[in-house]
């Protein structure tokens, strides 16, 4: 299973079209630990239900929410 933090900067080297070690450390923006841990089992489900991160890394606005989807936009790109 791939983690949340590892599913960020796949997605942001794509959304950008660039090698991922082309990329900023992804720990200059969010914790990568604490990422992948907000995500990760309860203990008494398989995975946290609900709840999202937001931020913006290698200037593309990022969204990662419960299921494990990341969702990118363009930090330029008006919401």
Do not use: K
């Not at 900067?9 to 200059?28: G, M, S």
């Not at 398989?46 to 930090?75: K, P």
């Amino acid at each position: 299973m791939t983690t949340p933090s590892t599913r960020v900067v796949e997605a942001v080297a794509e959304f950008r079209d660039v090698d991922p070690a082309e990329l900023p450390p992804l720990y200059d923006v969010v914790d990568p630990d604490a990422l992948d841990a907000l995500f990760d089992s309860t203990g008494t489900s398989s995975s946290r239900r609900e709840g999202t991160v937001e931020f913006v890394y290698a200037g593309i606005f990022v969204r990662v929410d419960a299921s494990g989807g990341v969702e990118l936009t363009s930090a330029a790109d008006p919401e």
